[in-house]
């Protein structure tokens, strides 16, 4: 079967410990996740919750106040070499996990300094199917089972814990040889060309094994792992994954029915019908997560740094964008998308949904944007919006000109065209914004980071590559803490701080929606519509709703696809 | 027998009126800028090519002012209304009004595509007059230069260009198309100037001590005129196109400026909704625009050819 990726965000990393500059949907969920299973399986269908039929554990259980974790595996996965799946296997993964963020923390995506896995004290293997895992500290049991443990996968050690192709197994389970085996294995992952037939990545425990993978495109193709032991073996031998440079080439594609499963853009909409007729069944629901545009807080030029640091500025841009617009407009949602205002959406419902998701703290109002930022002493000259008090907060001199750059995702096309109705709106108060697209895959790799990154900082004062999937326990650690891996503009803020420590430490489960209520307050960047992931496949497609379902979610379940005769 | 001296005039006046001379009419002397323009006005092609021109440059420049609409503020709940007595030609997805929006797009073009034009000519004369009248191995390097560089592909190179520098306003574009354009320039120039070094008046000026700059910009470039601004049009139509090439492809004008590739390009992920009015008319301007300076190049260059050239 073919499968459209989505336009410049083909997959670029098969090895399972993902860098923060290569970790989207497109390459964990929809790529590594065809060959090497999580410990903990989510979402259920469209649902943020852990789907037990699909996961590797078959239970969890907590001793010690939280500190001690006890992974219960199952015991009928097996690796494609013939090996068992074993909770070695997972501690290995820990062991690489260890040595990628000690070479550099930018070497794991989901890394938070301190969290895992520097939290943990110690780790055993009581026997093959059961881990036992020690913690220094208690955590909020959610945010342990739901976020902490989510990134545990098991990673074939007598395949892969060496530091050549053709080299010995070494013992992974000390720090150097670690470091060695994560160079290794990161060394062949930076090789793409090589994806389709490296005998390290052949070796998997999910359903399908890669077999070919193009890197001038990031297409790519699976077959069927023959040897798959676990939930859901796939009918379907082949699986290719077939790169577009547009949205639209994606759909000609679907129109000719040489495409069965893809996306549909929001700008082929109106077409759905047509595709029906086409013999596609067309559904969408919404993310659990959210879209913004991340500010930078370190930028440099034009003070802008400064100027975003405002929590006034903030809210009066938050004013700006007219939400209700946007979705209603035929030529952006018409219709397919909801208001959003915080990181979690209304839906699809979770029992973390903060009550601020449901209000919007800061309506569409020009009228408050000018008011907030006249109040503070900026007025429009020559044009352009200046700030002419002595100082407009936060070290702002005298003369500077509220001027900026937004870096946007070149598809889909939804995401420019959102930013240049904000932009439009900005511009009728005086705020300058030069507009600039590139793809995805580029915006994530090189403008992230500019934490540690000094070249990063003063080349962009705002990016827009779309979003992100949260996890089921939804706390924004890892996005607006002060040391999260994903806190691309270096948001900073002592009381967020606290509410993310809360939400993971707290045993109250009320706290994370207490940090997703103050995060939509201080809009640490522009909260934006939360648009239906919206797929067509062919009629002659089937499977169980659920793993259709998924897709909104970002995860594609072909081994649970079979076609209709 | 009396010879009446005024017959014989008479009969001589009929003479010369009945049969026109092998030669053709002889005439009175005419400039030689008269004569180009008798035969650039001869050219019918040519007069519905300046016409055109002269019409997009009068749409592009002063149709703003007399069809005011807002080009600066989004409306998305405006987006894809068709054509009305308040929108003539509709609206585009942004809530533009599509014939504002093409006025606009018109005035990037042309500006663009001039300035661009000149950046390449400018480039082009000058290294084809240093290489054609200093020849030796200033002339062998400068040509390779211009064989290495033509045989990369001009898009290709203007794309990884364009996407480091960000081409994100007129004169940005100009410098890149114009700074990779200046090839053809170069070579035709030279071409010229080979010519002209080996002329009487050349050595009479060498003889005389001029220097290699008083050559170049007081005989070689101006006699090479004529082959240089026939380039121009041609080089000003090429400028258009790659404009709207890039445009299409992303790396064109971004919001609130706007190109007609730009146009056309947001248009098309619309095509088959019906949305014709975002499509066709842009699409119809870029086709006259760039087929009239091709009209208008290929009479210049029968015009400055003496062979072409209707006496």
Redesign the interface.
């Known amino acids: 079967m073919t499968i459209a990726e989505s336009p410049g965000a083909g997959p670029n990393w098969i090895f399972p410990v993902t860098p923060a500059a290569n970790e989207s949907v497109y390459t964990v969920s929809d790529f590594q996740g065809f060959s090497w299973l999580p410990v903990l399986y989510a979402p259920k269908g469209e649902s943020p919750q852990i789907s037990w039929n699909q996961s590797l554990a078959k239970s969890i259980s907590f001793k010690n106040f939280n500190r001690t974790v006890i992974i219960h595996l199952r015991n009928n996965y097996k690796w494609s070499n013939g090996k068992p799946v074993t909770a070695r296997d997972v501690e290995f993964y820990i062991w690489l996990l260890k040595a990628a963020v000690k070479i550099s923390p930018s070497n794991f995506g989901n890394y938070t300094p301190g969290l895992f896995p520097d939290n943990l004290s110690s780790m055993g293997t009581p026997n093959n199917y059961t881990l036992v895992l020690k913690l220094k500290h208690t955590y909020n049991p959610n945010f342990l089972e739901l976020s902490q443990l989510g990134v545990l996968e098991p990673l074939p050690t007598a395949a892969w814990s060496k530091t050549s192709l053709h080299g010995r197994d070494i013992p992974f389970n000390n720090i150097r040889n670690a470091e060695k085996i994560y160079n290794f294995l990161a060394g062949q992952s930076k090789k793409l060309a090589t994806y389709g037939t490296n005998p390290l990545w052949k070796v998997v425990d999910g359903p399908y094994v890669i077999s070919s993978f193009d890197p001038s495109t990031d297409g790519c193709s699976f077959v069927r792992n023959k040897r798959y032991t676990g939930f859901g073996r796939p009918h379907i031998n082949k699986v290719v994954e077939v790169a577009f440079t547009s949205t639209q080439a994606e759909f000609n594609q679907l129109l000719q029915g040489k495409i069965d499963f893809g996306g549909v853009d929001f700008s082929d909409l109106k077409q759905v019908p047509n595709l029906k007729r086409h013999g596609y069944a067309v559904w969408g629901a919404p993310d659990f997560g959210f879209n913004y545009v991340v500010y930078n807080f370190k930028d440099g030029t034009n003070d802008f740094g400064h100027i975003i640091g405002q929590l006034y500025v903030r809210q009066a841009l938050a004013h700006l964008q007219n939400e209700p617009a946007v979705i209603k407009s035929p030529a952006m949602f018409d219709g397919a998308a909801s208001q959003a205002y915080g990181p979690v959406p209304t839906s699809p419902s979770s029992p973390f949904t903060p009550k601020s998701a449901a209000h919007d703290p800061y309506p569409f109002s020009i009228a408050k944007a000018r008011t907030l930022l006249g109040k503070h002493g900026w007025r429009k000259v020559n044009g352009v919006l200046t700030c002419e008090k002595t100082s407009c907060g936060g070290g702002i001199p005298k003369g500077t000109k509220f001027e900026t750059n937004i870096i946007y995702g070149s598809q889909p096309a939804i995401i420019g065209q959102q930013d240049e109705a904000w932009a439009s709106n900005m511009a009728k108060l005086g705020i300058k914004i030069t507009l600039q697209s590139e793809t995805f895959n580029q915006i994530i790799s090189t403008y992230s980071d500019v934490g540690t990154n000094a070249k990063n900082r003063n080349q962009w004062g705002m990016i827009d590559f779309g979003g992100f999937t949260g996890f089921v326990y939804p706390t924004m650690n890892e996005i607006f803490n002060t040391t999260g891996s994903f806190n691309f503009g270096g948001f900073s803020n002592p009381a967020v701080d606290r509410a993310i420590h809360a939400s993971e430490y707290s045993l109250n489960n009320s706290a994370v929606q207490k940090e997703l209520n103050l995060e939509t307050q201080l809009q640490p960047g522009l909260f934006q519509p939360m648009p239906d992931g919206i797929a067509a496949w062919k009629k002659s497609l089937s499977g169980p709703a659920y793993s259709f379902a998924a897709e909104s979610q970002y995860v594609l379940e072909p081994n649970l696809w079979y076609f209709k005769k | 027998m009396t010879i009446n001296i005024g017959e014989i005039g008479e009969e001589l006046s009929t003479l010369e009126l009945a049969e026109t001379p092998e030669g053709g009419q002889v005439q009175g002397p005419r400039s030689g800028w008269r004569l180009a323009l008798a035969t650039f006005v001869g050219n019918k092609l040519a007069v519905v090519g300046a016409g055109i021109v002269i019409f997009f440059i009068l749409f592009s420049f002063v149709g703003p002012h007399i069809y005011v609409t807002n080009q ?6 405006a ?2 209304q068709a054509p009305s007595a308040k929108h003539l030609l509709g609206t585009d ?3 533009f009004d599509e014939l504002g929006r093409i006025m606009k797009g018109g005035q990037a073009a042309l500006e663009i595509g001039f300035l661009s034009a000149l950046i390449a000519t400018v480039i082009g004369t000058l290294v084809g007059s240093v290489a054609g009248l200093v020849g030796g191995v200033v002339d062998g390097l400068l040509m390779r230069l211009v064989d290495v560089m033509l045989s990369i592909p001009l898009l290709f190179v203007i794309l990884i260009v364009s ?1 480091r520098f ?1 081409g ?1 306003s007129v004169v940005n574009l100009s410098l890149i198309i114009g700074v990779f354009s200046w090839l053809v320039s170069a070579r035709l120039v030279r071409g010229e100037v080979l010519s002209l070094r080996e002329r009487d008046f050349v050595f009479a000026s060498q003889t005389m001590g001029a220097t290699r700059r008083h050559l170049i910009f007081k005989h070689l470039i101006p006699n090479a005129l004529g082959v240089v601004i026939v380039n121009i049009t041609f080089q000003v139509a090429d400028a258009i196109n790659l404009l709207a090439i890039l445009g299409f492809l ?1 790396f064109g004008l ?3 400026a706007v190109d007609w590739g730009d146009m056309l390009s ?1 248009a ?3 095509l ?2 019906g949305y014709w009015w975002t499509v066709y008319p842009v699409g119809i301007c870029l086709v006259l625009v760039v087929m009239a300076f091709n009209f208008i190049g290929d009479a210049l260059r029968d015009t400055v050819d003496v062979r072409l050239r209707r006496r």
Do not use: M, R, S
Not at chain 2, 72 to 77: C, D, E, F, G, K
């Open positions: 600066t503020y989004t409306n998305p709940i987006a894809f997805p942004a809530g996407a960000h994100t992303g971004q919001y609130p947001q098309l992920t619309w088959q909704d």
